[in-house]
């Protein structure tokens, strides 16, 4: 069974940083795209962030770029999201998820089919 | 502003049918068929429905449909049940490395 588990949240004031992990089990980690989804309290989803399956190719949405970068240990089975220069727009739910299939190419690496739980980032002095 | 446009409420009688559209532009809904649904329940994480516009995972069922036209993609939920209430969001790959996703809309059963 595929499982997903993000920690690290918490709160943060404004201009500070934040490490956000997520432990996968259940799949060979190292074979599947992972991304990074958050969702605003009573708000829609927005995509943050997509890291290839070795780690060596990483993307960004616009509103977070330069100021957060994920990357993954595939010994650890370990997915990470760093934040720099929080925003109180940055607060949300951030979800890991996981794409459907292996090896992944172009669009089929964004769709992300299984979910954490999520972990709450609340950005706030 | 959400990159794609969905209704912000739908609603249906048990039994019943009902379409949920996801409108986006030629740079996404309609330049590929990487559209993705996705339910919510509240205080839940998103679970996916609907892949490549009318593939469906492993173990949802298959009152759950997906289609598109144009620039513009489309969930039927056919018998509807109680459980399917919930928030219902399309997804779709935009090009340039990106994720793109509608505000969401909610099912009322």
């Known amino acids: 069974e595929v499982q997903l588990v993000e920690s690290g949240g918490g709160l943060v004031q404004p201009g500070g940083s934040l490490r956000l992990s997520c432990a996968a089990s259940?799949?060979?980690?190292?074979?599947?795209?992972m991304s990074w989804v958050r969702q605003a309290p009573g708000k829609g989803l927005e995509w943050v962030s997509a890291i290839s399956a070795s780690g060596g190719s990483t993307y960004y949405a616009d509103a977070v770029k330069g100021r957060f970068t994920s990357s993954r240990d595939n010994s650890k089975n370990t997915l990470y999201l760093v934040m720099h220069s929080l925003r109180a727009e940055d607060t949300a739910i951030y979800y890991c998820?996981?794409?459907?299939?292996?090896?992944?190419?172009?669009?089929?690496?964004?769709?992300?089919?299984?979910w954490g739980q999520g972990t709450l980032v609340t950005v706030s002095s | 502003q959400s990159a794609l446009t969905q209704p912000p409420s739908a609603s249906g009688s048990p039994g019943q049918s009902v379409t949920i559209s996801c409108t986006g532009t030629s740079s996404d809904v309609g330049g590929y068929n990487y559209v993705s649904w996705y339910q919510q329940h509240p205080g839940k994480a998103p679970k996916l429905m609907i892949y490549e516009v009318i593939q469906r995972p492993s173990g949802v069922p298959d009152r759950f449909s997906g289609s598109k036209s144009g620039n513009t993609a489309s969930l039927t939920v056919s018998g509807l049940q109680a459980e399917d209430e919930a928030t219902y969001y399309c997804g779709s790959f935009g090009g340039s490395a990106n994720l793109v996703f509608g505000g969401g809309t909610k099912l009322t059963v």
């Open positions: 998820a996981r794409v459907l299939g292996e090896y992944c190419s172009g669009g089929s690496c964004y769709v992300p089919a299984y």
């Open positions: 259940g799949f060979t980690f190292s074979t599947y795209a």
